[in-house]
């Protein structure tokens, strides 16, 4: 019973560190997108294009 229970953590532990990355990835993406916007409005072709390259890694 010891080798399942640490078995579940183990895959608990994952499924939080999962969870944990989506997050930080969606919160970076929301940011980026903020960015594009005003790099777009300020007329800023290299910002602009710096932040769809990190966009579309993370994609």
């Not at 919160?27 to 390259?53: P, S, V, W």
Request: proline fraction near 0%.
């Amino acid at each position: 019973m010891d080798k399942m229970k640490a078995t579940y953590e183990v895959m608990l532990g994952l499924v939080a560190e999962m969870v944990w990355d989506e997050a930080l990835r969606k919160r970076r993406t929301d940011i980026l997108y903020r960015e594009i916007d005003t790099a777009l409005a300020a007329g800023d072709k290299t910002a602009f294009r710096n932040l769809t390259e990190e966009l579309k890694s993370l994609a």
